[in-house]
């Protein structure tokens, strides 16, 4: 039988038990908070319906082969980026040769701060999340999942695997982005090698994530389990023209916003951008605190939470179109936030015109320039034909149920506070 909505769970606590009614309640539609929603999982014949290819790989984990495949490009990549790092210090550059290791290091560092929480919410314990947080940090999760996944047929935990890629945007691919175009734009690359393996690295940057958006629509389980949180419908038929122009959005969000990052950083400087940055995080900061604060886990485990999505939402939107509770709040206000943002780059970038005209490297500055510009158009186009024309009434019922899932939040948290004043010895009293 379905699980009880949240407006029954409210009046008659039908899915709670005598024993911590509250907690319970809150677990399950944490876990569940789209089962109020009315969709048959079958079609008239009784069996599941034919999916599209695009439908299967947006809303199905990938296959063993296929993830080893990523891992194996995943680490190639790295590989190449020590090789640039190399030759930066040969070179004398520092800041590059810096910018590189960050990229190296810094995403497992970030996605072990952000998993350990995430991990806490579930069923596990501290003995199993503090083990995962330390595969990340160490870089060796992506091996060692991929290892138990083509051996044991084991999956992975999706949500760290597409967590740990959106660190990487924004901590690998952003500075070996910058560092690579400065190198192309500035002509103090030797012809031959030296100047293919730069490409070879810019193109992996840009191009090496194009899946990312199925990675992650393609999520499932606990502990967000965004797959009910879905504005489409996967199994209804003649939706394939739906995914295409996901896909196209996803991946012009990302290239236009690495590409953007690219160009502050020859045309201000890395203080300019990192600025830049930060007050990017900072107000996505506010958005993700205005949910994690309302829930009831301790303070400190709200602020690993919202610290956390900054490390995974920098460059990249997730569950745009799988608005969890946890990010309602910013999913409803990422489009415009990212359209402010980008107006204000573009500000920045075009003060500088005269340094950047006066760059040997022409041809590629203007080739980068022409794709974010492309890719923006492309993305704020799709994102509002996508979000206030094609799935309009999904995100407003998604809105609706986020606001009872809250309504339930706050009623808990009352009542614990007048238990526990109820509780307290009243003066006077033996």
Same mark, same amino acid.
């Given at each position: 039988s379905r699980h009880p909505s949240i407006a029954d769970?409210?009046?008659?606590?039908?899915?709670?038990?005598?024993?911590?009614?509250? =907690?319970?309640? *809150? &677990?399950?539609?944490l876990r569940s908070p789209r089962s109020l929603m009315n969709k048959d999982d079958m079609n008239e014949t009784g069996s599941p319906p034919k999916k599209s290819f695009l439908a299967k790989v947006y809303t199905e984990a990938p296959t063993r082969l296929g993830y080893a495949r990523t891992v194996v490009l995943l680490y190639a990549?790295?590989?190449?980026?020590?090789?640039? =790092?190399?030759k930066a210090l040969q070179a004398g550059s520092i800041e590059a040769f810096a910018l590189l290791m960050f990229g190296l290091i810094a995403p497992g560092i970030a996605e072990?701060?952000?998993s350990y929480p995430k991990n806490m919410l579930g069923d596990s314990t501290k003995a199993r999340a503090l083990p995962i947080a330390m595969r990340f940090a160490f870089n060796v999760d992506a091996a060692y999942d991929g290892w138990k996944y083509l051996r044991e047929d084991l999956e !992975?935990?999706?949500?760290?695997? *597409?967590?740990?890629?959106?660190a990487q945007l924004l901590f690998c691919n952003v !500075?070996?982005?910058? @560092?690579?175009? &400065?190198?192309?734009?500035?002509?103090?690359?030797e012809p031959g090698a030296p100047t293919y393996t730069v490409y070879a690295s810019t193109a992996s940057a840009l191009f090496g994530c194009h899946l990312l958006g199925a990675l992650t629509h393609s999520t499932k389980g606990p502990p967000s389990n965004a797959e009910k949180y879905r504005v489409w419908d996967a199994d209804a038929a003649? @939706?394939? %023209?739906?995914?295409?122009?996901?896909?196209?959005?996803?991946?012009? &969000?990302? %290239?236009?916003?690495?590409?953007?990052?690219a160009l502050l950083y020859i045309a201000e400087g890395i203080m300019v951008t990192f600025a830049f940055l930060a007050f990017s995080g900072a107000f996505q900061a506010i958005l993700f605190w205005e949910t994690f604060s309302q829930m009831p886990l301790p303070f400190k485990r709200q602020l690993q939470l919202t610290t956390g999505q900054l490390t995974e939402y920098g460059i990249f939107d997730a569950n745009q179109f799988e608005p969890v509770a946890a990010i309602c709040v910013y999913s409803r206000h990422c489009y415009a936030f990212r359209f402010i943002q980008a107006? @204000?780059?573009?500000?920045?970038?075009?003060r500088s015109h005269d340094k950047l005209a006066a760059y040997p490297g022409q041809t590629e500055l203007w080739i980068m320039a022409a794709m974010s510009s492309v890719s923006f158009v492309l993305w704020a186009s799709l994102g509002y034909f996508l979000q206030f024309r094609v799935f309009a009434n999904e995100f407003e019922d998604m809105r609706l149920k986020a606001q009872a899932? *809250?309504? $339930?939040?706050?009623? $808990?948290?009352?009542?614990?506070?007048?238990? =526990?004043?109820?509780a307290e010895p009243t003066p006077g009293s033996s």
């Amino acid at each position: 039988s379905r699980h009880p909505s949240i407006a029954d769970c409210l009046a008659q606590r039908s899915c709670c038990g005598a024993k911590d009614q509250e =907690a319970l309640c *809150f &677990s399950q539609h944490l876990r569940s908070p789209r089962s109020l929603m009315n969709k048959d999982d079958m079609n008239e014949t009784g069996s599941p319906p034919k999916k599209s290819f695009l439908a299967k790989v947006y809303t199905e984990a990938p296959t063993r082969l296929g993830y080893a495949r990523t891992v194996v490009l995943l680490y190639a990549s790295q590989a190449v980026n020590i090789f640039n =790092a190399t030759k930066a210090l040969q070179a004398g550059s520092i800041e590059a040769f810096a910018l590189l290791m960050f990229g190296l290091i810094a995403p497992g560092i970030a996605e072990a701060f952000t998993s350990y929480p995430k991990n806490m919410l579930g069923d596990s314990t501290k003995a199993r999340a503090l083990p995962i947080a330390m595969r990340f940090a160490f870089n060796v999760d992506a091996a060692y999942d991929g290892w138990k996944y083509l051996r044991e047929d084991l999956e !992975p935990v999706w949500l760290g695997v *597409f967590g740990i890629r959106q660190a990487q945007l924004l901590f690998c691919n952003v !500075p070996t982005l910058a @560092v690579n175009l &400065s190198l192309l734009v500035s002509g103090t690359l030797e012809p031959g090698a030296p100047t293919y393996t730069v490409y070879a690295s810019t193109a992996s940057a840009l191009f090496g994530c194009h899946l990312l958006g199925a990675l992650t629509h393609s999520t499932k389980g606990p502990p967000s389990n965004a797959e009910k949180y879905r504005v489409w419908d996967a199994d209804a038929a003649g @939706v394939g %023209w739906q995914f295409t122009l996901m896909y196209i959005y996803d991946n012009t &969000s990302i %290239w236009y916003r690495l590409i953007m990052c690219a160009l502050l950083y020859i045309a201000e400087g890395i203080m300019v951008t990192f600025a830049f940055l930060a007050f990017s995080g900072a107000f996505q900061a506010i958005l993700f605190w205005e949910t994690f604060s309302q829930m009831p886990l301790p303070f400190k485990r709200q602020l690993q939470l919202t610290t956390g999505q900054l490390t995974e939402y920098g460059i990249f939107d997730a569950n745009q179109f799988e608005p969890v509770a946890a990010i309602c709040v910013y999913s409803r206000h990422c489009y415009a936030f990212r359209f402010i943002q980008a107006c @204000v780059a573009i500000c920045l970038i075009s003060r500088s015109h005269d340094k950047l005209a006066a760059y040997p490297g022409q041809t590629e500055l203007w080739i980068m320039a022409a794709m974010s510009s492309v890719s923006f158009v492309l993305w704020a186009s799709l994102g509002y034909f996508l979000q206030f024309r094609v799935f309009a009434n999904e995100f407003e019922d998604m809105r609706l149920k986020a606001q009872a899932f *809250f309504s $339930m939040l706050a009623e $808990m948290k009352k009542k614990k506070i007048e238990a =526990a004043k109820t509780a307290e010895p009243t003066p006077g009293s033996s």
